[in-house]
Protein backbone atom coordinates (compact mmCIF):
# COMPACT_ATOMS: atom_id res chain seq x y z
CA UNK A 1 0.00 0.00 0.00
CA UNK A 2 1.17 3.69 -1.29
CA UNK A 3 0.79 6.21 1.10
CA UNK A 4 0.52 10.37 0.27
CA UNK A 5 1.37 12.71 3.07
CA UNK A 6 1.19 16.11 2.50
CA UNK A 7 3.05 19.09 4.60
CA UNK A 8 1.23 21.89 6.20
CA UNK A 9 1.99 24.45 3.35
CA UNK A 10 0.65 21.83 0.59
CA UNK A 11 -2.69 22.19 2.58
CA UNK A 12 -3.24 25.96 2.47
CA UNK A 13 -2.25 25.76 -0.87
CA UNK A 14 -4.69 23.30 -2.14
CA UNK A 15 -7.31 25.25 0.23
CA UNK A 16 -6.63 27.38 -3.08
CA UNK A 17 -6.64 24.83 -5.89
CA UNK A 18 -9.80 22.94 -5.81
CA UNK A 19 -10.08 22.24 -8.68
CA UNK A 20 -7.23 20.03 -8.57
CA UNK A 21 -8.44 18.21 -5.69
CA UNK A 22 -10.90 16.39 -7.88
CA UNK A 23 -7.96 14.89 -9.67
CA UNK A 24 -8.22 11.20 -8.84
CA UNK A 25 -5.79 9.18 -6.54
CA UNK A 26 -3.64 7.05 -8.64
CA UNK A 27 -1.33 4.44 -7.32
CA UNK A 28 1.84 5.79 -8.77
CA UNK A 29 4.18 7.99 -8.14
CA UNK A 30 3.47 11.97 -9.56
CA UNK A 31 4.27 15.68 -9.28
CA UNK A 32 2.80 18.75 -11.16
CA UNK A 33 4.66 21.97 -10.79
CA UNK A 34 5.32 25.49 -11.92
CA UNK A 35 8.03 25.52 -14.00
CA UNK A 36 8.99 29.14 -13.61
CA UNK A 37 8.56 29.54 -9.68
CA UNK A 38 9.31 25.72 -8.42
CA UNK A 39 5.41 25.82 -6.68
CA UNK A 40 4.51 22.02 -6.18
CA UNK A 41 0.74 22.23 -7.19
CA UNK A 42 0.11 18.14 -6.42
CA UNK A 43 2.09 15.44 -5.64
CA UNK A 44 1.95 11.68 -4.86
CA UNK A 45 5.00 9.40 -3.91
CA UNK A 46 7.14 12.03 -5.01
CA UNK A 47 10.50 10.40 -3.18
CA UNK A 48 9.26 6.95 -4.08
CA UNK A 49 12.12 5.35 -5.61
CA UNK A 50 11.28 4.60 -9.47
CA UNK A 51 13.00 2.85 -12.55
CA UNK A 52 13.42 6.23 -14.75
CA UNK A 53 13.42 3.63 -18.15
CA UNK A 54 13.88 6.37 -20.97
CA UNK A 55 13.44 9.33 -18.58
CA UNK A 56 17.56 8.73 -17.81
CA UNK A 57 17.64 10.39 -21.39
CA UNK A 58 16.43 13.71 -19.88
CA UNK A 59 19.56 13.59 -17.71
CA UNK A 60 21.94 12.61 -20.85
CA UNK A 61 20.92 15.05 -22.24
CA UNK A 62 21.49 17.81 -19.50
CA UNK A 63 25.01 16.42 -19.38
CA UNK A 64 25.95 17.03 -23.04
CA UNK A 65 24.39 20.63 -22.60
CA UNK A 66 26.86 20.90 -19.96
CA UNK A 67 29.81 19.90 -22.04
CA UNK A 68 28.39 22.27 -24.24
CA UNK A 69 28.39 25.20 -22.35
CA UNK A 70 31.84 23.78 -20.81
CA UNK A 71 33.09 23.99 -24.11
CA UNK A 72 33.91 20.42 -24.48
CA UNK A 73 32.53 19.77 -27.26
CA UNK A 74 29.50 21.73 -29.55
CA UNK A 75 26.22 20.86 -31.56
CA UNK A 76 28.85 19.94 -34.81
CA UNK A 77 31.12 17.93 -32.67
CA UNK A 78 31.21 14.08 -34.11
CA UNK A 79 29.46 11.30 -31.98
CA UNK A 80 31.02 7.93 -33.24
CA UNK A 81 28.86 4.55 -33.40
CA UNK A 82 30.64 2.54 -31.12
CA UNK A 83 30.54 -1.47 -31.22
CA UNK A 84 29.47 -1.20 -27.40
CA UNK A 85 26.58 1.56 -28.52
CA UNK A 86 25.55 -0.40 -32.27
CA UNK A 87 24.65 -3.26 -29.81
CA UNK A 88 22.08 -1.78 -27.38
CA UNK A 89 18.75 -3.25 -27.94
CA UNK A 90 15.61 -1.35 -29.11
CA UNK A 91 14.32 1.00 -29.81
CA UNK A 92 17.31 2.14 -31.68
CA UNK A 93 18.44 3.74 -35.10
CA UNK A 94 20.52 1.00 -36.63
CA UNK A 95 23.73 2.34 -37.05
CA UNK A 96 26.79 0.28 -37.69
CA UNK A 97 29.67 0.86 -35.50
CA UNK A 98 31.89 3.58 -36.97
CA UNK A 99 29.23 5.39 -38.41
CA UNK A 100 29.61 9.28 -37.03
CA UNK A 101 26.61 12.21 -36.56
CA UNK A 102 26.83 15.62 -35.42
CA UNK A 103 26.01 16.09 -31.80
CA UNK A 104 22.90 18.05 -32.78
CA UNK A 105 21.26 14.96 -34.60
CA UNK A 106 22.23 12.43 -31.91
CA UNK A 107 20.34 14.43 -29.22
CA UNK A 108 17.57 14.69 -31.89
CA UNK A 109 17.32 10.74 -32.34
CA UNK A 110 17.57 9.87 -29.07
CA UNK A 111 15.09 12.31 -27.57
CA UNK A 112 12.60 12.09 -30.83
CA UNK A 113 13.00 8.16 -31.12
CA UNK A 114 14.14 7.52 -27.74
CA UNK A 115 17.40 6.11 -29.80
CA UNK A 116 19.28 3.43 -27.00
CA UNK A 117 21.91 2.97 -29.38
CA UNK A 118 22.46 6.69 -29.89
CA UNK A 119 22.14 7.50 -25.95
CA UNK A 120 24.77 5.20 -25.30
CA UNK A 121 27.24 6.79 -28.16
CA UNK A 122 26.32 10.04 -26.48
CA UNK A 123 27.51 9.13 -23.39
CA UNK A 124 30.65 7.06 -24.76
CA UNK A 125 31.49 9.97 -27.03
CA UNK A 126 31.43 12.51 -24.19
CA UNK A 127 32.41 10.50 -21.30
CA UNK A 128 35.12 7.49 -22.75
CA UNK A 129 33.34 4.90 -20.89
CA UNK A 130 29.23 4.55 -20.05
CA UNK A 131 30.52 4.04 -16.47
CA UNK A 132 32.41 7.25 -16.61
CA UNK A 133 29.18 9.16 -18.20
CA UNK A 134 26.99 7.40 -15.18
CA UNK A 135 29.21 9.36 -13.31
CA UNK A 136 29.22 12.69 -15.06
CA UNK A 137 24.97 12.13 -14.57
CA UNK A 138 25.72 11.21 -10.63
CA UNK A 139 27.28 13.79 -9.84
CA UNK A 140 25.10 16.39 -12.02
CA UNK A 141 22.24 14.83 -9.72
CA UNK A 142 23.85 15.74 -6.90
CA UNK A 143 24.62 19.07 -7.63
CA UNK A 144 20.65 19.69 -8.53
CA UNK A 145 19.45 18.25 -5.07
CA UNK A 146 18.49 14.36 -6.84
CA UNK A 147 19.37 12.68 -3.54
CA UNK A 148 16.82 10.14 -4.58
CA UNK A 149 18.70 9.08 -7.72
CA UNK A 150 21.18 6.95 -8.80
CA UNK A 151 22.24 6.66 -12.96
CA UNK A 152 24.11 3.78 -14.60
CA UNK A 153 24.15 4.17 -18.19
CA UNK A 154 23.10 6.56 -20.57
CA UNK A 155 19.58 5.04 -22.00
CA UNK A 156 17.76 3.99 -19.21
CA UNK A 157 17.57 0.28 -20.22
CA UNK A 158 17.11 -1.25 -16.86
CA UNK A 159 19.39 -2.04 -14.99
CA UNK A 160 18.05 -2.69 -10.95
CA UNK A 161 20.87 0.36 -9.82
CA UNK A 162 19.13 2.75 -12.57
CA UNK A 163 16.44 4.79 -10.42
CA UNK A 164 15.06 8.49 -9.53
CA UNK A 165 11.85 9.73 -8.33
CA UNK A 166 9.21 12.10 -9.19
CA UNK A 167 10.50 15.22 -7.34
CA UNK A 168 14.06 14.37 -8.45
CA UNK A 169 13.20 14.08 -11.84
CA UNK A 170 10.78 17.18 -11.58
CA UNK A 171 14.66 19.41 -10.21
CA UNK A 172 15.78 18.02 -13.16
CA UNK A 173 13.05 19.02 -16.08
CA UNK A 174 13.18 22.53 -14.29
CA UNK A 175 17.07 22.61 -14.54
CA UNK A 176 16.85 22.40 -18.19
CA UNK A 177 14.21 24.05 -18.87
CA UNK A 178 15.56 27.53 -16.90
CA UNK A 179 19.07 27.01 -17.68
CA UNK A 180 18.94 25.80 -21.44
CA UNK A 181 15.91 27.11 -23.11
CA UNK A 182 17.43 27.46 -26.40
CA UNK A 183 17.35 23.85 -26.47
CA UNK A 184 13.45 23.66 -25.83
CA UNK A 185 12.93 22.32 -29.25
CA UNK A 186 14.78 18.77 -28.76
CA UNK A 187 12.22 17.83 -26.48
CA UNK A 188 9.11 18.67 -28.31
CA UNK A 189 10.06 16.32 -31.33
CA UNK A 190 7.21 14.48 -32.78
CA UNK A 191 8.52 12.79 -35.27
CA UNK A 192 11.85 12.11 -37.62
CA UNK A 193 12.43 11.09 -40.99
CA UNK A 194 16.13 9.65 -41.82
CA UNK A 195 15.83 9.76 -45.51
CA UNK A 196 12.56 12.48 -46.58
CA UNK A 197 10.63 9.58 -46.99
CA UNK A 198 10.67 6.76 -43.89
CA UNK A 199 8.29 8.10 -40.85
CA UNK A 200 9.65 7.71 -37.29
CA UNK A 201 6.88 8.46 -35.00
CA UNK A 202 7.50 10.14 -31.24
CA UNK A 203 5.98 8.15 -28.42
CA UNK A 204 4.75 11.71 -26.53
CA UNK A 205 0.88 11.66 -27.50
CA UNK A 206 0.08 14.90 -25.22
CA UNK A 207 2.37 16.52 -28.47
CA UNK A 208 -0.25 17.79 -31.15
CA UNK A 209 -3.36 16.75 -28.60
CA UNK A 210 -2.99 18.53 -25.49
CA UNK A 211 -3.24 22.59 -25.59
CA UNK A 212 0.07 23.65 -25.33
CA UNK A 213 1.94 20.96 -24.83
CA UNK A 214 5.51 21.55 -25.61
CA UNK A 215 7.85 18.21 -24.10
CA UNK A 216 9.49 16.66 -22.63
CA UNK A 217 9.98 12.53 -22.54
CA UNK A 218 8.55 8.89 -22.08
CA UNK A 219 9.91 5.96 -20.58
CA UNK A 220 9.07 2.32 -20.45
CA UNK A 221 10.82 -1.18 -19.48
CA UNK A 222 8.65 -3.56 -17.90
CA UNK A 223 10.16 -2.94 -14.24
CA UNK A 224 9.82 0.99 -14.56
CA UNK A 225 5.62 0.42 -16.06
CA UNK A 226 5.11 3.64 -18.29
CA UNK A 227 6.88 7.04 -17.68
CA UNK A 228 5.88 10.19 -18.84
CA UNK A 229 7.19 13.97 -18.56
CA UNK A 230 5.14 16.40 -19.72
CA UNK A 231 5.14 20.24 -20.21
CA UNK A 232 2.99 22.48 -21.70
CA UNK A 233 2.55 26.58 -22.09
CA UNK A 234 -0.05 28.69 -21.74
CA UNK A 235 -0.34 32.31 -21.67
CA UNK A 236 3.47 32.87 -20.53
CA UNK A 237 3.14 29.68 -17.54
CA UNK A 238 4.74 26.68 -18.11
CA UNK A 239 3.47 24.02 -16.36
CA UNK A 240 5.53 20.23 -15.93
CA UNK A 241 3.99 16.63 -14.56
CA UNK A 242 5.90 13.62 -13.99
CA UNK A 243 3.73 10.47 -13.92
CA UNK A 244 5.63 7.50 -13.20
CA UNK A 245 4.27 3.35 -13.19
CA UNK A 246 1.15 3.61 -15.80
CA UNK A 247 0.23 0.45 -17.07
CA UNK A 248 -0.49 1.45 -20.41
CA UNK A 249 0.89 4.15 -22.87
CA UNK A 250 -2.28 6.07 -22.67
CA UNK A 251 -2.92 5.84 -19.01
CA UNK A 252 0.06 7.98 -18.42
CA UNK A 253 -0.71 10.21 -21.33
CA UNK A 254 -4.33 10.62 -19.62
CA UNK A 255 -2.44 11.00 -16.30
CA UNK A 256 -0.33 13.30 -17.22
CA UNK A 257 -2.91 15.83 -19.34
CA UNK A 258 -5.52 15.67 -15.87
CA UNK A 259 -2.95 17.00 -13.56
CA UNK A 260 -1.68 19.79 -16.66
CA UNK A 261 -5.44 20.33 -17.81
CA UNK A 262 -6.37 20.93 -13.79
CA UNK A 263 -3.66 22.99 -13.30
CA UNK A 264 -4.29 25.68 -15.55
CA UNK A 265 -7.18 25.86 -14.86
CA UNK A 266 -6.28 27.61 -11.57
CA UNK A 267 -4.08 30.46 -10.55
CA UNK A 268 -2.47 29.58 -7.02
CA UNK A 269 0.19 31.04 -5.05
CA UNK A 270 1.29 28.42 -3.17
CA UNK A 271 4.20 28.17 -0.49
CA UNK A 272 5.36 24.46 -1.34
CA UNK A 273 7.93 24.31 -3.39
CA UNK A 274 10.03 21.29 -5.36
CA UNK A 275 12.99 22.15 -2.87
CA UNK A 276 11.28 22.83 0.70
CA UNK A 277 8.63 19.76 0.08
CA UNK A 278 10.08 16.96 2.52
CA UNK A 279 10.98 13.17 1.75
CA UNK A 280 8.06 11.17 3.20
CA UNK A 281 6.49 7.73 2.91
CA UNK A 282 6.97 4.40 3.62
CA UNK A 283 9.61 1.71 2.12
CA UNK A 284 11.10 4.99 -0.44
CA UNK A 285 14.16 3.77 -1.06
CA UNK A 286 13.53 0.28 -2.86
CA UNK A 287 12.39 0.76 -6.26
CA UNK A 288 9.24 -0.95 -7.50
CA UNK A 289 9.19 -3.46 -9.88
CA UNK A 290 6.17 -3.14 -12.58
CA UNK A 291 6.89 -6.15 -14.04
CA UNK A 292 4.34 -9.00 -13.39
CA UNK A 293 2.18 -6.12 -13.75
CA UNK A 294 2.53 -4.82 -17.28
CA UNK A 295 4.82 -7.13 -19.02
CA UNK A 296 2.32 -10.21 -18.16
CA UNK A 297 -1.15 -11.43 -20.00
CA UNK A 298 -3.30 -9.45 -17.98
CA UNK A 299 -1.19 -6.25 -19.42
CA UNK A 300 -1.27 -6.99 -22.79
CA UNK A 301 -5.06 -7.55 -22.50
CA UNK A 302 -5.47 -4.23 -20.66
CA UNK A 303 -3.91 -2.30 -23.61
CA UNK A 304 -5.38 -4.07 -26.08
CA UNK A 305 -8.63 -2.96 -24.27
CA UNK A 306 -7.59 0.14 -24.22
CA UNK A 307 -7.54 0.53 -28.83
CA UNK A 308 -10.24 1.21 -31.36
CA UNK A 309 -11.04 -0.83 -34.32
CA UNK A 310 -8.19 1.12 -35.99
CA UNK A 311 -5.76 0.18 -33.26
CA UNK A 312 -5.72 3.63 -32.48
CA UNK A 313 -5.37 4.54 -28.32
CA UNK A 314 -8.39 5.80 -26.40
CA UNK A 315 -8.00 8.30 -24.58
CA UNK A 316 -9.85 8.90 -21.60
CA UNK A 317 -8.78 12.32 -20.06
CA UNK A 318 -11.06 15.29 -21.23
CA UNK A 319 -8.21 17.36 -21.72
CA UNK A 320 -6.73 14.96 -24.95
CA UNK A 321 -8.26 16.12 -28.60
CA UNK A 322 -7.67 14.57 -31.07
CA UNK A 323 -5.18 14.83 -33.77
CA UNK A 324 -6.06 17.21 -36.69
CA UNK A 325 -2.78 17.50 -38.96
CA UNK A 326 0.38 15.23 -39.98
CA UNK A 327 3.14 14.77 -37.63
CA UNK A 328 5.64 17.44 -37.96
CA UNK A 329 8.69 15.62 -38.85
CA UNK A 330 12.36 16.19 -38.12
CA UNK A 331 14.89 14.95 -40.54
CA UNK A 332 18.25 13.70 -39.15
CA UNK A 333 21.08 11.73 -40.31
CA UNK A 334 24.87 10.87 -40.97
CA UNK A 335 27.43 13.31 -41.73
CA UNK A 336 28.47 16.71 -41.23
CA UNK A 337 30.12 16.74 -38.39
CA UNK A 338 32.80 19.72 -38.00
CA UNK A 339 32.40 20.48 -34.74
CA UNK A 340 35.71 19.63 -32.11
CA UNK A 341 36.02 16.35 -31.33
CA UNK A 342 35.75 15.35 -27.97
CA UNK A 343 38.51 14.29 -25.91
CA UNK A 344 36.76 11.20 -25.12
CA UNK A 345 36.18 10.66 -29.01
CA UNK A 346 40.14 10.35 -29.83
CA UNK A 347 40.55 8.08 -26.78
CA UNK A 348 38.02 5.82 -28.19
CA UNK A 349 39.58 5.07 -31.36
CA UNK A 350 43.22 5.05 -29.74
CA UNK A 351 41.98 2.48 -27.81
CA UNK A 352 40.51 0.62 -30.63
CA UNK A 353 38.18 -1.97 -28.63
CA UNK A 354 34.89 -0.18 -29.46
CA UNK A 355 34.91 0.95 -33.21
CA UNK A 356 37.69 -0.44 -35.19
CA UNK A 357 36.39 1.56 -38.51
CA UNK A 358 37.79 4.68 -39.57
CA UNK A 359 35.61 7.43 -39.58
CA UNK A 360 33.88 8.36 -43.06
CA UNK A 361 33.69 11.72 -44.28
CA UNK A 362 30.83 12.31 -46.75
CA UNK A 363 30.54 15.09 -49.39
CA UNK A 364 28.34 17.24 -47.97
CA UNK A 365 25.90 17.40 -51.31
CA UNK A 366 25.37 13.72 -51.37
CA UNK A 367 23.16 12.22 -48.18
CA UNK A 368 25.63 9.89 -45.77
CA UNK A 369 25.91 6.43 -47.05
CA UNK A 370 24.38 3.58 -45.18
CA UNK A 371 21.64 5.20 -43.28
CA UNK A 372 19.05 2.77 -42.15
CA UNK A 373 15.56 2.70 -41.94
CA UNK A 374 14.85 2.95 -37.86
CA UNK A 375 14.63 -0.94 -36.52
CA UNK A 376 11.45 -1.83 -35.30
CA UNK A 377 9.97 -3.58 -31.92
CA UNK A 378 10.46 -0.77 -29.51
CA UNK A 379 11.81 -1.49 -25.79
CA UNK A 380 12.34 1.38 -24.26
CA UNK A 381 10.10 4.32 -25.39
Not at 133 to 141: H, I, T
Not at 190 to 216: H, S, V, Y
Request: glycine fraction near 10%; include cysteine.
Amino acid sequence: MRHLFFSKGFFLALAALPALASVPAAANPSILFDVRTGQVLEHEDAFKRWHPASLTKLMTAYVAFRAIKAGEVTMQSPVKMTKVSAAEPPSKMGYKPGSVMTLDNALKMMLGKSANDVAAAVGENIGGTIAAFAGRMNAEAQRLGMTGSHFTNANGLHDPENYSTARDLALLVRAIRLEFPQYGSYFSIEGLTTNGKNRIRGFNPLLGRFAGADGMKTGFVCASGYNLIGTATREGRTLAAVVLGERTPWGRADHAADLLGQGFSTSASGTLTLTSLQPYGADIDTPTDMRGIVCSKEGASERSDGLDAQGRPKFKSSYMADMKRDLSLVRVGLGGATGPVPAAFAAIDAKNNRADVPIPTWRPDKPAPGTPVAAQGDVVQ
